[in-house]
């Protein structure tokens, strides 16, 4: 066929349109992980009344074709859909064929023309030459097409009723085969669009964020100054982190700090003696980001941290600030990294009013080639330590084509490398870094407090709308920048209830260490700790809280271990495309759900209830109205719901009292059990 006029696309003899999941209309890939299933629909149709099906057509990295059978969803609309998966990582392609249904269109014919009596011999002889090339095509498919043949010789015996020869031409063994090896013909097929199947990591994982400096760190009993912690020290604590149930232990900046306009204490311009300074003002005389901070030890001691890491359970995830102490070798190696002035000075980093004189941003636009090359150096030499997962502080300030690339050039050797985007900013922009390569990006959970912020959110999300197809969120409801007023003022409760509620919404949740200690006090006029961490050093004293301590009452530690315990336990929580909402009458109270088949043979399903008071200074009780369909039940049916939390058990059907809040618990993570 002759190309269309203005490169249109010719239509296919079965038209097939609006096919989705489409990214940027399918320039930019869908994401998944192994094993997460998600959705592909589109509009099948054709001409007249035959009947016409639809397969979605999953390939393979190898080239293999994997067909799943789509269903119409709304015959009106020609909407169809199918659930599908791939089952390892690498670059697959989805498509969907439309067809032509011969053997559905006799089916549909013949039934109804037999049952009135009209043309009875004429139809049957119709289905036999239907049925003889249905049979050549299963057995061109290498199946044994004996039952089809049986019924060819039904339809042909005129001895018999036309509805007896009917019956037995539309047997549950040849309507099985017609499932499974349908007769296709005039298979018009769409454009094939890419799929990125990742590892579970991408999508799935609890983290638990340090700072490494901190952890051993202490005042020294004779001087009173203090001692910084180490990557020896800091690996003491990990068998903890990994005790209460986390995948991720996150490092914020572990390298050189600079002195000049070395902010103090509280964000202070002036530091005094023995302030450690930011993290985030990287580089010194002793080097930059290929370097460890002196303080911290040797490349032997971090390979020494990341193998006890592994040996725990956990993977190490490093934070790569692209930015630039004045006291930077890249001042005066790479000039062309930062941005000169009228006066010959360099830019440093400003968001006006603040200013941030500590640090100097990177230009990208001054020699983008020597640029890249240099970051991906400094990358190299983390991956070659082991590190597979980057916490990228501010990539919203990088041109998004250097993340593209970057990103797309590392997976070429490491393609299990996980990149996750603090980029607190305009929608767009998080999203368009998301299409970039970045698997998980933070969010505005820490901001989204009430239940129709936090329901349309999540809707906005997990929902079926072009985003779910490639951006992932990771919800913390604290970081070492942010500390709400929420968390502020809202006691004990809160601060469980907005860790239950990160850790079952969303398959990636983050802590900031200290969360289990509820440090809920923030620096006058600002929304973040007071004594903040990143200007100091903490030392908690740990061994005060753990079991047995004298200050175990104080910590949420167990609470932070039973939340990981219950997303080990259910596959559901795993994914987030499966969210949904219930309803409540009390407007403080969020119900949501996550369903799952563990077992497409059985029919088994992990299924579990969250129900929230958000309110965390009073006590509400309230009627639950659940969608029963949504959970995989009649609307009639009971079950047992066993509180995780609680440990109790209760009947549930639809409509369910709950009493929740700070004179109990403020949330109820049901597991579902069927009767």
């Not at 919203?396 to 070429?412: C, G, N, S, Y």
């Not at 903040?532 to 609470?559: F, H, I, T």
Request: aromatic content about 10%; charged content about 25%; overall charge negative.
């Amino acid at each position: 066929m002759a190309g269309m006029p203005g490169g249109a696309l010719p239509l296919g003899r079965i038209p097939v349109s609006d096919v989705r999941p489409l990214v940027d209309g399918g320039t930019t890939p869908a994401k998944s992980v192994v094993g997460e299933e998600f959705t592909v629909r589109a509009k099948v149709f054709r001409e007249g009344h035959d009947a016409v099906n639809a397969t979605a057509v999953l390939t393979d990295p190898d080239g293999g074709d994997h067909y799943v059978a789509m269903h119409s969803d709304n015959p009106g609309l020609s909407e169809w859909s199918a659930t599908v998966a791939a089952d390892r990582p690498g670059w697959w392609t989805y498509r969907v064929e439309g067809w032509s249904d011969p053997y559905a269109t006799w089916v549909h014919d013949a039934g109804i023309k037999i049952a009135a009596g009209v043309d009875e011999d004429l139809m049957c002889a119709e289905g036999v030459r239907v049925l003889e090339r249905f049979a050549a095509a299963v057995r061109g498919q290498g199946v044994d097409a004996s039952e089809i043949d049986k019924g060819v010789l039904a339809l042909a015996d005129t001895r018999e009723p036309a509805a007896h020869r009917f019956g037995a031409a539309t047997s549950p063994e040849i309507l099985g085969l017609a499932a499974l090896v349908p007769l296709r013909e005039f298979v018009s097929s769409s454009p094939s669009y890419t799929l990125l199947v990742e590892r579970e990591r991408a999508l799935y994982g609890a983290w638990y964020e340090i700072f490494p400096r901190s952890e051993g760190a202490h005042r020294d009993e004779e001087t009173g100054e203090w001692v910084s912690g180490t990557f020896r020290t800091a690996a003491e604590r990990l068998p903890a982190i990994a005790d209460m149930g986390f995948d991720v232990v996150y490092l914020t900046p572990i390298h050189p700090i600079g002195t000049t306009a070395r902010k103090g204490r509280n964000n202070s311009l002036t530091a005094e003696p023995g302030d450690p300074g930011s993290p985030y003002a990287i580089g010194s005389p002793d080097g930059g980001h290929d370097a460890i901070h002196p303080d911290l030890g040797t490349f032997e001691d971090f390979d020494a941290f990341v193998a006890e890491a592994g040996r725990v359970g956990l993977e190490v995830a490093l934070d790569i600030a692209l930015q630039a102490s004045p006291d930077h070798p890249w001042v005066q190696t790479h000039p062309d990294l930062f941005t000169t002035r009228a006066d010959g000075s360099i830019a440093y980093a400003e968001n006006p009013p603040k200013k941030y004189q500590d640090i100097y941003p990177l230009n990208f636009d001054n020699d983008p080639a020597g640029a890249y090359a240099e970051v991906r150096r400094v990358i190299q030499v983390w991956l070659d330590h082991g590190v597979r997962i980057f916490r990228v502080d501010n990539p919203h300030t990088k041109p998004v084509a250097f993340w593209q690339w970057l990103i797309a050039d590392v997976a070429l050797t490491h393609p299990e490398t996980i990149w996750l985007s603090e980029a607190f900013t305009k929608p767009a922009m998080m999203h368009q870094l998301a299409k970039a390569g970045f698997q998980q990006s933070y969010t505005y959970y820490a901001w989204r407090n009430a239940k129709w912020e936090l329901e349309e959110y999540g809707r906005e999300l997990a929902g079926e709308g072009t985003g779910s197809a490639y951006m992932r969120p990771s919800f913390w409801p604290t970081t070492h920048d942010i500390l709400t007023p929420y968390m502020q003022y809202g006691g004990p409760t809160a601060w469980k209830l907005r860790a239950a509620v990160a850790a079952t919404m969303s398959p990636t949740y983050g802590i900031y260490a200290g969360y289990e200690l509820m440090e809920h006090v923030a620096r006058p006029g600002a929304e973040e700790q007071v004594d903040n961490e990143k200007y100091e050093y903490k030392d908690r004293q740990w061994y005060l809280y753990e079991p047995g301590g004298p200050l175990e009452s104080r910590s949420l530690a167990w609470y932070l271990k039973r939340l990981n315990d219950i997303r080990e336990w259910h596959p559901a929580l795993r994914w987030l495309r499966n969210l949904r909402f219930h309803a409540a009458d009390d407007e403080n109270v969020l119900v949501f759900s996550k369903s799952r088949i563990v077992d497409h043979a059985t029919g088994e399903r992990d299924t579990v209830i969250v129900i929230a008071n958000l309110d965390p200074h009073a006590t509400r009780e309230t009627w639950v109205h659940l969608d029963m369909e949504a959970l995989g039940m009649a609307t009639w049916s009971t079950f047992d719901a066993h509180d995780h939390i609680t440990n109790q058990t209760w009947e549930w059907r639809s409509e369910n009292f709950v009493r929740l809040g700070p004179d109990s618990e403020p949330v109820h993570i049901i597991h579902v059990r069927s009767h």
